[in-house]
């Protein structure tokens, strides 16, 4: 089946601690993104990449690090300083053509103790 | 980051009710989107709309893209208890290489069966 994966779905880490959090697409998508969703509120984009090799900051990217080696894979690091990690974490991909429409993971919920 | 604004911020109705909700921007988009979120989950696509004036139906649900291409509305007609959720809505501009989706704060829907 064709889709994207995100692991795990629940995540625990000490206080201070970086923590990276996968994401896979066999879409053979181009684009990928991150973004964080706190309660009440909307989607937050961390980071996106267009292109293998490639990426973005998005409107909150402090505290966070991506890489972007495969297409397949964009993993997102929450590092430790970032202030605030403890949130719902969700990765997206597009084709990235002219119109474009973004498909999403199930997430991962980062809970930092 | 812009945000749209999106409203009723939540609705709580009977089952066999419609449901009608919108969202507005002060910017003109090139792309209107609908997601349906459960929770814990990521958002699922509903409806895209590309073209200015463009009515789209998807089963039960119809979306409209305003023809001062500022604004979008998502119908659900004939409500069950499955709809229950948040609703999102997201704009692109499509402008050059610029493919970041600005998000509403979403619509949460309530059914009583």
């Known amino acids: 089946d064709g889709g994207i994966t995100q692991s795990p779905k629940y995540l625990f880490r000490k206080e201070g601690q970086n923590v990276t959090l996968s994401c896979e697409q066999n879409l053979n998508h181009d684009a990928m993104y991150w973004y964080r969703q706190d309660p009440g509120q909307g989607l937050r984009l961390i980071y996106y990449s267009q292109i293998v090799n490639d990426f973005q900051k998005g409107d909150i990217a402090e505290g966070y690090s991506v890489s972007r080696e495969k297409k397949e894979s964009f993993p997102l690091t929450v590092t430790s300083a970032q202030k605030n990690p403890t949130a719902f974490y969700l990765c997206?991909?597009?084709?990235?053509?002219?119109?474009?429409?973004?498909?999403f993971g199930p997430g991962t919920r980062l809970t930092v103790l | 980051g812009q945000q749209l604004n999106q409203s009723p911020q939540s609705m709580f109705i009977q089952e066999g009710e419609d449901v009608s909700m919108n969202c507005t921007s002060s910017?003109?988009?090139?792309?209107w989107l609908w997601y349906k979120q459960d929770p814990g989950e990521g958002p699922v696509l509903l409806i895209a709309?590309?073209?200015a004036g463009e009515l789209t139906s998807n089963g039960r649900l119809t979306a409209q893209f305003g023809i001062t291409r500022k604004d979008s509305f998502l119908n659900i007609s004939a409500s069950i208890p499955s709809d229950v959720g948040i609703y999102f809505c997201?704009?692109?501009?499509?402008?050059?290489?610029?493919?970041?989706?600005?998000w509403g704060l979403g619509t949460s829907l309530a059914v009583n069966p």
């Open positions: 997206a991909s597009s084709i990235n053509t002219g119109t474009d429409t973004q498909y």
């Open positions: 910017s003109i988009f090139n792309t």
């Open positions: 997201a704009g692109q501009h499509n402008a050059g290489n610029n493919r970041k989706l600005i």
């Open positions: 709309l590309y073209k």
